[in-house]
């Protein structure tokens, strides 16, 4: 399990998400359902459709310098004591470590470099229907699978986008039930298979700002995923 933890260095201009070793990670274990070929999950520069290594969670959420600020939620949280101020800053040095670990990482098909094309841009865009947080953006996903026309009415562009990328991305799974199943994602459901808020309450950035109890949730929840998922990686290895 600790394999899929460790924290995964960029190497060169390459994210951790996008290194030999990510691509090795999604070849294992996306082999049969996306692509059997390793070549289809190398991150080349120039190169336009393949498998792109994606962090599900991402620090730009509430930790990132153009959305959620940690550190000034606190200093307006003068009811924090300075134990409970160690508490969170502790959970926050586990989230940002976790972040870019195997556990945390997937491919998505990387069609063009634009956002209306591109599924890891519009993830992480979009003037804030998504800004890389993956409740929201599963939400849709979800969506697209059981209730397409809910969606198209919700957002055009998403659906425009889903249905682009369906033919080698979403039709590789079928259904939302196996596409949770073969991305690692059933710690994001509840027990009636619902999909887990990363927190309640408050607008989503930008221009939010979130309360102290608001990124402890979003922390937690995301700590508690990510090393869920790892055991659930650790597993499969363990019944080969």
């Known amino acids: 399990m600790e394999k899929y933890l460790e924290r995964i260095e960029p190497q060169g201009a390459l994210w951790g998400d996008a290194t030999p070793k990510a691509a090795d990670f999604y070849f294992e274990h996306w082999k049969g359902t996306l692509s059997d070929k390793r070549e289809d999950y ?36 003068i009811e924090l004591t300075g134990s409970e101020i160690e508490v969170l800053l502790a ?30 841009l519009a993830k992480g865009g979009w003037g804030g229907a998504y ?67 990363l927190f309640e309450g408050g607008r989503r950035p930008p221009g939010g700002i979130l309360d102290v109890s608001q990124i402890e949730d979003f922390l937690e929840n995301s700590i508690r995923i990510i090393e869920a998922r790892a055991k659930r990686f650790a597993e499969k290895d363990r019944l080969r």
């Open 91 to 120: 959970k926050t040095e586990r989230f940002r470590h976790l972040f870019v670990t195997l556990a945390n990482f997937m491919p998505l098909w990387r069609l063009g470099g634009y956002s209306t094309t591109n599924l890891n």
């Open 131 to 197: 800004r890389d947080f993956p409740d929201l953006w599963l939400n849709d996903i979800r969506l697209w699978y059981e209730e397409p026309g809910a969606l198209e009415r919700k957002n055009e562009r998403t659906f425009e986008l889903f249905k682009i990328n369906a033919e080698n991305y979403f039709e590789r799974f079928g259904s939302w039930e196996e596409y949770v199943d073969n991305n690692y994602l059933r710690d994001f459901l509840d027990k009636d298979h619902e999909i887990i808020s």
């Open 42 to 77: 190398e991150f080349v520069p120039g190169k336009d459709r393949f498998y792109r290594g994606d962090c599900i969670f991402s620090e730009r959420t509430v930790l990132g310098k153009n959305n959620c600020r940690l550190t000034a939620s606190i200093e307006r949280s």
